[in-house]
């Protein structure tokens, strides 16, 4: 009778020890999905929908004062082919094998890629720079408070080493204004705004981006998303 009572004690410690253990492990994969402030702004621009993107067309623009640029895109995202067109050149090349003579053409893609997917950046780029997210911060151009995203990329590696980004957005993580600021120097090279806002199946992209210190704005037109 008393090895069945030390039996019965022992099954119930074993019982009673899983059910903690199972209790822990819900509790500790409930903290693994968390989303983080990266991935929230990311999702909220619709970065769930990019694994179905195959390509991606776009044409870069730039209005400054009397001046014109522009150049377009067009990216294969899952073998990383990328062709660059404008109106003196088409160049083809793949990101995998980027050599000497297509640095400048891949700094010009990045550059221009960033402007387009900065949301998804976030995600993609996360292990290359620093975060600090704060709340109600007063915003540079419309002065009204939101929550600020810093990053700070690390001093080696990518095309731009050390400059920092300030995203500031509402509390449906979507951008409304950013700055940049070279070496993270702490007053900002350039300000602008994030807007008109299209959404293009499932991916919403901001396609306006004006400064308020300048007769200067950056736009995308020509999108296309397959």
């Known amino acids: 009778m008393k090895k069945l009572i030390i039996l019965s004690i022992v099954i119930s410690s074993i019982i009673t ?39 991606i067309k776009f044409t870069f623009n730039v209005d400054r004062d009397a001046e014109h640029f522009e150049r377009t895109w067009l990216w294969k995202t899952g073998s990383n082919d990328v062709t660059m067109m404008t109106r003196q050149d088409t160049i083809n ?13 891949d700094g010009g893609f990045v550059n221009d890629k960033f402007w387009l997917l900065a949301p998804y950046q976030l995600v993609w780029d996360q292990k290359g720079f620093t975060y600090e997210h704060t709340e ?5 151009i419309s002065k009204t408070p939101m929550h600020k995203l810093t990053t700070v990329y690390a001093n080696d590696g990518g095309y731009t080493p050390g400059d920092a980004y300030d995203y500031y957005f509402g509390d449906n993580y979507i951008i409304k204004e950013w ?17 008109d806002y299209k959404n293009l199946k499932g991916l919403k992209i901001s396609m306006m981006h004006k400064r308020p210190d300048a007769d200067f704005s950056l736009f995308f037109t020509g999108v296309e998303v397959k």
């Open 93 to 105: 090349y793949n990101r995998k094998a980027v050599d000497s003579t297509m640095i400048a053409t």
């Open 179 to 195: 700055a940049y600021r070279k070496e993270n120097q702490e007053e900002p090279n350039m300000v602008t705004s994030w807007e």
């Open 136 to 140: 109600n911060v007063e915003a540079p």
């Open 17 to 55: 020890s899983c059910k903690t253990d199972n209790k822990k492990t819900k509790i500790e994969e409930a903290e693994d999905t968390e989303l983080t402030v990266l991935e929230k702004i990311a999702n909220a621009n619709g970065f769930e929908n990019w694994k179905d993107v195959s390509s």
